[in-house]
């Protein structure tokens, strides 16, 4: 344990952020409104990874800079740790902000320091005393795995391992909270994967509540908890992770387990129709093996398959060939099962 006063067990009850009926009306330069933010409800647990995502233009950064207070809401609350922050005096403004952790896409290290300065930054500029900086520093050194390079410039840094001493710095005043934006979308997958192990080690052993906002749905799927689909600056689902894909009709679920891949070149398509069947592990509801037992029965044939654990839930998405012929006995058969049943259109 870095630091003390963070939840010991990772997912607990207690919402660590709020966002209370928030919104954000932009005035452009010639007088038009932009909703850049419309009603926005939003809770995070304590100890949780919590992923945001939608296209570009969704609200992302503006939500990210209400959580931060740079920017003041146009209406609703933003409730960081059981602090109101979207209307504090300047003053408390620098109190609050120590509550949250920020890690960017392209890390933002000051090039003229070393990796130790870089991580001591934080610290130094809140006046803390030398022998505890020298102290958390080179803790939070060991637990990003860079003892050995303290005293490189970010200049002799691999992307990962400067993304690595930007996760460094935003622990170091020990916040609750770390916001990450595309904190892996500059990465190679293998990089990708070592700043996600690191991110669920902040969560696992020191308690931070995490929110990620991503583009990527490999990172959702990875190592988030819960999530939030915005879309023009509205809500349109958000929940824990087991329950959204548990919907499988749903945008979210869509997309968090993609259809599997098929080789277009094997089908036959001038005969056959390409069917979407998705399905998840509730009580009450086929297994696996029996969906693909009526597929077989159907006269269906396997083009490609995915079968996913996430949270508690067990996700599956097949992609079946079968004659046209048997279209409606299929889809209605399927649906008799509640198993959701979709034709590909394929161009
Ligand atoms: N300062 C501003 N003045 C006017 N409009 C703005 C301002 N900042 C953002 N907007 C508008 O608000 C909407 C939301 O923008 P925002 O940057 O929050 O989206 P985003 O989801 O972060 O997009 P991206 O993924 O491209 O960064 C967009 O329509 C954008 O044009």
């Keep these: 344990m870095l630091g003390g006063g963070q939840a010991s067990s990772p997912v607990a009850s207690e919402n660590i952020i709020e966002l209370i009926g928030l919104g954000k ?5 010639k007088g038009q409104e932009v909703n850049a933010l419309v009603d926005v409800n939003l809770t995070v647990r304590r100890g949780e990874i919590h992923g945001i995502v939608g296209q570009s233009g969704a609200g992302k950064s503006t939500l990210i800079r209400c959580l931060t207070a740079l920017e003041q809401p146009t209406s609703g609350q933003v409730i960081i740790d059981g602090t109101d922050v979207s209307h504090l005096k300047q003053s408390q403004l620098r109190e609050a902000r120590r509550n949250i952790g920020m890690v960017f896409q392209h890390a933002n290290l000051l090039d003229s320091r070393t990796v130790a300065q870089n991580i001591a930054y934080p610290l130094v500029l809140a006046k803390r005393p030398k022998a505890e900086i020298k102290a958390t520093v080179d803790r939070l050194l060991d637990f990003v795995g860079l003892t050995a390079r303290a005293n490189s410039y970010p200049s002799e840094l691999s992307g990962g391992q400067k993304q690595r001493v930007g996760i460094a710095r935003a622990l170091a005043d020990n916040p609750p909270v770390v916001l990450c934006d595309e904190p892996t979308s ?3 997958t293998e990089t990708t994967r070592q700043i996600l192990d690191l991110l669920t080690r902040l969560q696992r052993e020191l308690g931070v509540t995490i929110v990620i906002i991503t583009h990527e749905m ?3 799927r990875e190592i988030c908890d819960s999530v939030t689909l915005l879309e023009a600056g509205q ?4 929940g824990p992770l087991s329950e959204i894909v548990q919907d499988v009709s749903s945008a979210l679920a869509e997309e968090i387990v993609p259809f599997p891949s098929v080789d277009y070149a094997d089908l036959n398509l001038s005969r056959d129709v390409l069917l979407d069947v998705r399905f ?5 509801k086929p297994t696996g093996s029996a969906v693909l037992g009526l597929a077989s029965q159907l006269g269906a044939d396997l083009a490609a398959g995915t079968f996913e654990t996430l949270g508690n839930t067990q996700v599956g998405r097949l992609a079946l060939t079968l004659d046209r012929r048997h279209l409606s006995e299929a889809k209605a058969a399927f649906a008799a099962q509640g198993i959701f049943v979709k034709e590909v259109e394929v161009a």
Excluded: N
Excluded at 235 to 238: A, I, L
Excluded at 280 to 284: A, D, E, K, M, V
């Design 25 to 29: 009306t932009y005035r452009s330069e």
């Design 218 to 220: 490999g990172v959702v």
């Design 280 to 284: 998840t592990s509730q009580p009450g």
């Design 235 to 238: 809500v349109v689902q958000s």
């Design 186 to 188: 500059a990465l190679d």
